[in-house]
């Protein structure tokens, strides 16, 4: 009994030990506002966008990244733009505005 418990705990030291070091180094590549887009990010973006249109990866790496950056940048300017006109509206008045067929 003693033995297994010393071996799960040798294996939960081992698992901490390899997911807390990472291959990647993280940089922070661009800011838009106050949110940072670092390389991890980019690289997110690049399976996502090659899970969405496999034909990408016909193109080189270099214009992948490309797209990437671009795509992911624009994800967040239009996430901020979304947030600053549903800020104006109060649900009341954006549940109205449904009902009455105004959006």
């Known amino acids: 009994m003693k033995l297994a418990k010393i071996l799960l ?10 997911n807390s070091y990472s291959k990647e180094k993280v ?10 887009i670092t390389n991890i990010d980019i690289i997110n973006e690049k ?4 899970f969405l249109r496999p034909e990408l990866k016909n193109l080189s790496e270099e214009d992948i990244i490309k797209l990437s950056e671009n795509s992911i ?3 967040v300017i239009k996430k901020k733009e979304l947030k600053k006109i549903f800020k104006k509206y109060n649900n009341e008045i954006l549940l109205n505005d449904i009902k009455n067929n105004k959006i």
């Open 9 to 18: 705990y040798l294996i939960f030291l081992n698992l901490i030990y390899l």
């Open 73 to 75: 940048i624009r994800e």
């Open 47 to 50: 399976k996502y966008l090659i």
């Open 27 to 36: 940089e922070i590549k661009f800011k838009v506002g106050d949110q940072i």
